[in-house]
């Protein structure tokens, strides 16, 4: 069987249920490991360097850049946002499937360094639905949700982009869903390639 | 949710198992459909007429050629062997998963004209284990063996084209993870489109 990890990426409408997807995935089950991005932004109350994010002054992080440590990285509002090389790597090598919860822009990027990762894309059952769910926050103004929405129609040009299309209807049903589809990948020829060439072997043998 | 179904091609060494797999398959769910093959050759004692293979004339075969009625066809010993696209095409349509189980050649075959299908190649554990298999059976001389061995070794050169290796140890388990791989194929964009089209005209109008 196939020792190394697959990698993920998971993007989806924001309000699609990424995140308690991921949490999901995570506490259910043992295979997986989260991708911790890095950035120049300071800490908010309550986040944790190694946890929440690799907190890194911007010398370095351009540093990572020229060194070719980041898989992808942006730059929003004069703050940088990656995704560390090092750690997926050893994770993948250790077995672990990893997951990057990132947007459309950085999964194209993460694609093209990396071809074999895995881009699921998570939506809800409908529009109407998705703006029920952020309506149902409570948290957001009109026009935030109106933001929001907006920004969705753009997302969803892109969809096709993605390997797979998930539904987020229930919860658990879409968690079991997306852990299959990773599952999946596993027997890809790329992950059998060590199987296929000790069969090869032996079957020049006989 | 997608109706339409999906294209499946299994292969796999001779004694891997593929017959009792799709038997399998098809006993245990009822998304499948199996294909059914023309070919030019009499029918053998006990074969039915559209249940083993639709038995055809050589004419009507060669019309079904010129017609582009075949999704894939080869001529063995003088016979014409083929998969009749109308059936496979009314399956699916139906939402059905339609299995074919032929062999490489006709597998690229079928890819090319249909890339969506879903290529999945079936291996015991180990080239032993082959081995032992075919042994076991108790009906094949040692040189029918052997020729079967050295046409697995060249089987597994082209390995690599299909979609999924599938190791067959336990054949509940085997049957369970490409009943897996197959669902998942539903959630490819491609079968998803349906879906996605919506979601992007109810986003329009917000």
Same mark, same amino acid.
């Given at each position: 069987m196939?020792t190394?990890g697959?990698?993920v990426v998971?993007s989806g409408?924001s309000g699609?249920?990424?995140?308690?997807?991921?949490?999901?995935?995570?506490?259910?089950y043992d295979?997986?490991a989260?991708?911790?991005?890095?950035?120049?932004r300071?800490?908010?109350?309550g986040?944790?360097?190694g946890?929440?994010?690799?907190?890194?002054?911007? =010398?370095?992080f351009?540093?990572?850049i020229a060194n !070719?440590? @980041?898989i *992808?990285?942006a730059?929003?509002c004069?703050?940088?946002?990656g995704t560390?090389?090092?750690y997926v790597e050893e994770?993948?090598?250790?077995?672990?499937?990893?997951?990057l919860?990132?947007?459309i822009?950085?999964?194209m990027?993460?694609?093209?360094k990396?071809?074999?990762t895995?881009?699921?894309f998570?939506?809800?059952?409908?529009a109407?639905?998705l703006?029920?769910r952020?309506?149902g926050?409570g948290t957001?103004t009109?026009e935030v949700?109106d933001k929001r929405?907006?920004?969705?129609?753009?997302?969803?040009e892109g969809? =096709?982009q993605?390997?797979?299309?998930?539904?987020? !209807?229930d @919860?658990? *049903?879409c968690?079991?869903?997306?852990h299959q589809?990773?599952?999946?990948?596993h027997?890809?020829p790329?992950?059998?390639m060590?199987?296929?060439?000790?069969?090869r072997?032996?079957l020049?043998?006989?």
């Amino acid at each position: 069987m196939s020792t190394k990890g697959v990698l993920v990426v998971i993007s989806g409408f924001s309000g699609a249920g990424k995140g308690t997807l991921v949490h999901n995935l995570l506490s259910k089950y043992d295979n997986y490991a989260l991708s911790i991005s890095m950035t120049t932004r300071s800490p908010r109350q309550g986040e944790v360097d190694g946890v929440h994010y690799f907190f890194s002054k911007k =010398e370095d992080f351009e540093r990572e850049i020229a060194n !070719d440590g @980041l898989i *992808e990285y942006a730059n929003y509002c004069d703050n940088y946002y990656g995704t560390p090389r090092s750690y997926v790597e050893e994770q993948l090598e250790s077995g672990k499937d990893v997951i990057l919860e990132i947007e459309i822009q950085g999964a194209m990027k993460v694609k093209a360094k990396m071809p074999e990762t895995l881009l699921l894309f998570v939506t809800p059952p409908s529009a109407g639905e998705l703006k029920r769910r952020l309506e149902g926050r409570g948290t957001e103004t009109a026009e935030v949700i109106d933001k929001r929405m907006k920004r969705a129609c753009e997302e969803s040009e892109g969809v =096709e982009q993605y390997d797979y299309i998930v539904v987020n !209807d229930d @919860l658990e *049903e879409c968690t079991r869903q997306i852990h299959q589809i990773i599952r999946t990948a596993h027997n890809t020829p790329n992950h059998q390639m060590e199987l296929i060439e000790q069969i090869r072997e032996e079957l020049k043998a006989f």
